[in-house]
């Protein structure tokens, strides 16, 4: 089944970019996906890639997908300190769903 | 805007005793979830179910676990006898039969502590 791992931990400082990566193992996923928690809430999905693109660009956010390699970054441009929160990537286990989860990474924003 | 909602927020529980937790779905959403996030470790799937059966499940959901849709709006989680085990904070999830890119939409989830 579907393996995904994620770094825990990321700190940067406002304004600049935020990278996270994730990689995953079954090729066969057809979505995959990023996934925020703030704190005391539930996941939010951000934003998500087909496995048929190699990027996609959503306002501040760009995905970038290297399927021969099985990984996936989320790059945050001008990060704010709102932007603070644990970032899930989830790839479904086969075929759509269900999906399975990284360990998420800890974005901390410093002012 | 729809959205999923869980209740409790928080569910306080002694060992071996019964819980259940409520989930509404969206409302024209036929598949639904339950995931569970123990402190500090990742997100897992439970089940998954759709046309009034499970569809889905993994090793986690035992026969202490059972879900239910009594109704056209709820779907619930029970565990029959608590363990310590099972403090979790527990996600339920709904998406559509068919959407642009088959996303779940997730509750705020409920944190059961069992003492």
């Known amino acids: 089944g579907e393996d995904v791992e994620q770094s825990l931990f990321l700190s940067v400082r406002e304004g600049d970019s935020s990278v996270i990566n994730c990689t995953y193992t079954?090729?066969?996923?057809?979505?995959l996906y990023w996934y925020k928690q703030e704190p005391g809430a539930g996941l939010q999905l951000l934003t998500y890639?087909?496995?048929?693109?190699d990027m996609k660009q959503d306002q501040r956010l760009t995905v970038l997908l290297n399927k021969k390699d099985k990984h996936l970054s989320l790059r945050i441009a001008d990060t704010q300190t709102g932007d603070s929160a644990i970032y899930f990537c989830?790839?479904?286990?086969?075929?759509?769903?269900?999906?399975?989860f990284g360990k998420g990474t800890r974005l901390s924003v410093i002012a | 805007e729809p959205e999923v909602t869980q209740t409790p927020s928080h569910q306080v529980t002694q060992m071996g005793q019964e819980v259940i937790l409520r989930c509404v779905p969206i409302?024209?959403?036929?598949?639904f979830y339950w995931y569970r996030q123990i402190l500090g470790q990742k997100v897992e799937f439970l089940v998954s179910?759709?046309?009034?059966?499970?569809?889905?499940k993994s090793e986690i959901f035992d026969d202490q676990f059972s879900v239910e849709r009594p109704d056209g709006s709820n779907f619930t989680l029970k565990i029959r006898s608590t363990k310590l085990e099972d403090s979790a904070m527990y996600f339920c999830?709904?998406?559509?039969?068919?959407?642009?890119?088959?996303?779940?939409?997730f509750g705020p989830g409920t944190r059961l502590t069992v003492l």
């Open positions: 999830a709904s998406r559509r039969l068919a959407g642009d890119n088959n996303e779940q939409f």
């Open positions: 079954d090729s066969s996923s057809t979505y």
């Open positions: 890639i087909f496995s048929n693109m």
């Open positions: 989830a790839a479904p286990n086969s075929g759509n769903t269900p999906l399975v």
């Open positions: 409302s024209n959403h036929l598949y």
């Open positions: 179910f759709y046309n009034n059966e499970i569809s889905e």
